[in-house]
């Protein structure tokens, strides 16, 4: 995923979108960005997100009805959120600020309930949203090399 965006920022810099088959979300460099997912609410839920990049990244995960970030991924520290007061409603939407490039990827959320187990599969694209600001330009470099 990471080659093919690297190749999409080498022909259209500044709007760069791939196709893929898994539910897609756009996010912008630089900004935040909410990757939506569901779940049928029940007891005992645990919320896992995954990044499925070579190494499985962990995202976020929540259980015992609280955040669960000792095992974080470092690139990830600091940059997510459930909504709290949605939870209870099946959303287990996560937000995630100040979106990297290397954010672009798919990720899993896996939700576990005394009834309900889910996986939902999502791919994050990135999106450059603003001309004349190279440090999209320079990460990119970065990851080509
Ligand atoms: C370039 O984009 C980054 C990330 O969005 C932002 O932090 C920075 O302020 C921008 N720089 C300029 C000159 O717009
Ligand atoms: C989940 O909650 C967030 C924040 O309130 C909202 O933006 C999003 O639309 C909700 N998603 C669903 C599927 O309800």
Redesign the pocket.
């Known amino acids: 995923v990471i080659r093919s965006g690297c190749f999409c920022a080498a022909q259209h810099l500044h709007i760069c979108l791939l196709m893929f088959t898994d539910a897609e979300v756009s996010c912008q460099f630089g900004q935040s960005c909410?990757l939506?997912c569901?779940f049928t609410p029940g007891d005992h839920l645990e919320i896992y997100w995954i990044q499925l990049t070579t190494t499985l990244a962990n995202v976020h995960s929540y259980y015992d009805n609280k955040d669960q970030l000792e095992v974080q991924d470092q690139r990830f520290r600091g940059r997510t959120s459930l909504?709290q007061d949605?939870i209870s409603k099946g959303?287990a939407?996560l937000q995630l600020t100040g979106v990297m490039v290397q954010d672009q990827g798919r990720y899993r959320c896996y939700t576990i309930t005394n009834t309900d187990e889910i996986t939902s599969l999502l791919t994050v694209q990135i999106v450059y949203g603003k001309r004349n600001n190279n440090s999209f330009l320079t990460e990119i470099k970065q990851i080509c090399k």
């Open positions: 909410i939506p569901r909504f949605q959303n939407s």
